[in-house]
């Protein structure tokens, strides 16, 4: 079996799963219960809080866990929205957006607010400039990807950041999931208020995340019911999943530096072999680009097909995001790069996570170019 899909999901750790049941097994007593079973719980709770919050440099007061990255996109953007309403109504976003800040976004249109979607150019990025000039008075969001989950390109995150330093009214959000252990991302540096990491992205279990927030920042709560997460999140907390998703990152962040040159040279190996066929073409930059994804189009060859003849060989590969896989036509995401609509309705998607092996390129090369042979002569 070769997984080459890692972008939408990773293989948990080992030693996460032993965590996880480990807590589950002896501090399964809910944190918020005063007794002492309780009380070991929280302990437990607030160690993870301080060890993600040295993996990432902030307070641990600046942490709230959530479910993963949709719930972080959605508590930051809405929750700043409702929240600074009263201060304005206008929002700033990109057109290739994860569909989990894109569609929420649409959503707070239907409420009132009016949102800028920023257009990019062919690599997939934003202008900064084109961002300064669509800055209103009543601007109070920024919110951006920094590595885009279709196609790896890295946004001018931290240009952005300086910009914003000058406006002291408007926040800015960034969706980290793609880019956490593979494009490092100061928030300090980067002005960064609010940002969203997932933890099935880094080897974590699925239903656990991180959003950052600044500490001067306030949200608007999605859920209410409780004081848990600083108030931002109620409900009982999934210890047992916090504890691993600690473990998760601490493990992805000590790997990362090896992790990363193991991938660039798979990815840079994948692009030379892949730019030799005539009947593809790479949509992936060739600069600022993540070292995990490489997203390409093969002519006359349906995505859906190929993945399929390549699923028959134990070769696990996408089209897009895991969230829109399962959607017939072209990528939003593509489009938006001013791709044609043939080649934005033909793209597949190879992302590694560091576990990945040269071997295993050669062998999906060798199935990948036996496969589009086949099917094109199909296809005559």
Do not use: W
Not at 140 to 161: A, C, F, H, K, R
């Amino acid at each position: 079996m070769i997984y080459f899909d890692n972008s939408a999901t990773t293989k948990p750790y080992k030693d996460v799963l032993d965590a996880f049941v480990t807590v589950s097994q002896a501090y399964f007593a809910n944190p918020s219960s005063i007794h002492s079973k309780g009380g070991e719980s929280e302990r437990l709770l607030q160690q993870a809080r301080k060890t993600v919050s040295q993996l990432l440099h902030v307070k641990p007061q600046e942490i709230i866990f959530t479910s993963g990255g949709t719930e972080g996109n959605n508590t930051a953007i809405k929750g700043v929205a409702m929240q600074y309403a009263t201060r304005g109504k206008h929002l700033i976003t990109s057109a290739v957006e994860h569909a989990s800040s894109f569609e929420t976004f649409h959503a707070l249109e239907t409420l009132g607010f009016d949102v800028t979607y920023l257009p990019v150019d062919e690599e997939g990025r934003i202008s900064v400039d084109e961002l300064k000039a669509a800055i209103r008075e009543d601007t109070i969001l920024v919110s951006l990807i920094s590595v885009n989950n279709e196609t790896g390109t890295i946004g001018p995150i931290e240009e952005v950041g300086k910009l914003l330093q000058e406006y002291k009214k408007i926040y800015f959000h960034v969706d980290h999931v793609q880019g956490i252990g593979k494009v490092p991302l100061s928030f300090t540096k980067a002005g960064v208020d609010l940002c969203t990491i997932s933890g099935h992205k880094v080897h974590g279990l699925k239903g656990t995340g991180i959003l950052y927030k600044r500490e001067s920042v306030l949200l608007s709560p999605l859920l209410t019911g409780g004081e848990q997460e600083g108030s931002v999140r109620a409900g009982t907390e999934n210890v047992a999943g916090i504890v691993s998703l600690a473990k998760a990152l601490r493990m992805t962040f000590e790997y990362m530096d090896a992790g990363v040159r193991n991938m660039e040279k798979i990815t840079s190996y994948m692009r030379d072999e892949l730019e030799k066929l005539p009947s593809v073409v790479i949509n992936t930059p060739k600069t600022q680009c993540a070292p995990h994804i490489l997203n390409f189009s093969v002519e006359d060859v349906k995505p859906e097909v190929l993945i399929h003849a390549l699923d028959q060989k134990e070769i696990y590969v996408s089209t897009r995001s895991a969230c829109a896989s399962k959607q017939t036509g072209a990528s939003r995401v593509l489009l938006a790069m001013g791709m044609k609509e043939k080649r934005a309705s033909s793209a597949i998607r190879l992302s590694l996570s560091y576990e990945n092996t040269m071997e295993e390129a050669e062998i999906v090369l060798r199935e990948l170019k036996k496969a589009v042979t086949e099917l094109q002569e199909i296809m005559r």
